[in-house]
């Protein structure tokens, strides 16, 4: 088992990685996360998998918990949900003294996070990432908090957990689809701080995608390592967590365009490229550093032609410069592995540029070679 | 004006405290909370009394400033009326370098703080109470949030304020009644930690009730000081801030029994007189304390009898011990301005003493000599 700690200004609290690791949660819990009572949240598929064996297991261990679930899917990141957990938790009577424990995928990390940190004004919460996606991201940072119409994450907490417990073997349980999603954001780490692990990630991807254990334990601890680092050095994304934004901007924005059907890692995917073009365009990227993204992303997602509106897209990207003012922000990379500072870790681009790169490449697509066609 | 500075873990902020400082709120917004733009939040009718003038005078004054309201009253204090403002401020643009500025009683700044607890994961907020109980209580100490059908602030968050301006000034503009109800917290500032600032408060009542700027003045400053004391030393009740609930377990039952048609200040100066029969009953609290609170108490709210079930009262008192575990606890004086430190600054009292003293005082009514006829 490998441990990883993450500074806030709270404290520290320790990310454990290990295949295996999810059979000792009883003790971990006991020792991190001393409660009277302990509150598992699941997601309706993910309960039936994880979510009730483990409460099981902790109620074998003299434990007393409980499991509280919500339907499957983003759907169901809302503050309907949330309030509905939270009636749920109070209803059994639940108080000061308890401790919430999210078992599942982003979308569980980020709600049952957002109920821990207002309920009562605030109880523990332990994450028990079982994706991917939320191993390597999601589960770490302490962001917590839900959709709402005006769009996804706009409401929520910074909430530390008081432990991660990310045990790589359930990534046997995902779709491969959902493996893969997962893991362009482990690429996206090391697109961003670590050449080398983008390297090993390239070359084992067959590996990843059959879920490998081995394999998926190198890539979550690795990529826990690198956000950990970051968000150890900036919890609050005042700056230097802007880094974790590359590929976000443009990203979020065909997200947003898609109306949420194109998945998150596609999405990231699609925006780091373009992004990279971007800064090649700039002079700020080096040359050949969206081929090579654009080489490894193609193993893992569709990167062809995206059949969306870019006008929809850039009125997405308008609005999320409206919130911020000025001109949109892009993190910009300096080489494959490294970020180009900036001005606090981003670049203020013209739309112009930004609306260019876009309507070429949702156009074409952004395989390797793509726009040159 | 006078600066009493709260220490918080993030650091530390302060509360102005003056006749007349709220002509000064441009200025101290700018420099105490810098933002792109400022959301006022005021209830309807606050709004045209203070609100309004409020944040014209900032944009007067060049700052960008707009006016969000909800309907007055504590049924506005939900989680839906969260939703709303959360909502109109995203339709309105506003991000991440916004401000809110909460300008009203007790039901604004905690909704108010929370909808700047959760916007977009957190932005400042500025406290402008205009009650006499958000001055001396619900605006200092960071704590925001909402009720549900399970109980009152049962979801919320701690988000300290930047700043908080309190001008005594404003209560004139309150109903005596709700004068009355207000100064209660500031008896109860008294009793629990400053016996000549009791005296002060029972000898100026008058003038008090009658809001002379000058008595307001030196009521909610010393409220603030004792409350800064407390909140700096235990933010997030651990402990010592516990002091802070004499007259509350009870209190908050009988409100809860009522269905919150007593109001905050009526339970609690009931609750207050009833914990201190407690604390003598059982010998921690000095003989005549109950009689002194009864005879300070009655020149403010009714303390005849009770007219509301006290099975009722006991049934929730046992809801707020069932979410706690063990005895229900009880904070007890050991004399006039002086907690007794039991464990935790409470004690664990048995349910049948508490139902005994419950069900006489509310029969008889707890003015001075009351119990004794």
Redesign the interface.
Known sequence: MNEVRVRT??GEYPVLVGVGVLADLPRLLAEHAPA?RYAFISDDNVAALHGHPLMEGARDAGLDASLFTFPAGEASKT?TSW?IL??EL??A?????SCVVAVGGGVTTDLAGFVA??????VPVVQVPTSYLAMIDASVGG???VD????K??????HAPRLVVADPDVVRTLPRQERAQGLVEAFKHGAILDAAYFGRLHDGLGALLAADPHGAEDAVLRSVEIKAEVVSEDE?EGGYRQVLNFGHTLGHALEAASEYRLGHGSAVALGMVLEAEVGERLGVTEGGTRARLAGSLSGLVDLGPVPLDPETTLHYLRADK????GRPRVVLLRTLGEVDPGSGWSHGVDEALLAEVLREGMHRGVRAGAVEA
């Open positions: 200004r709270e009277r503050r309030s939270t009636d109070l209803e009577g639940f108080g000061r003294d940190a207002t309920f009562l004004r605030g962001k917590a908090g709402v119409p005006a769009g994450n706009l409401v929520g907490a910074f609050r409206k919130a911020r003012a």
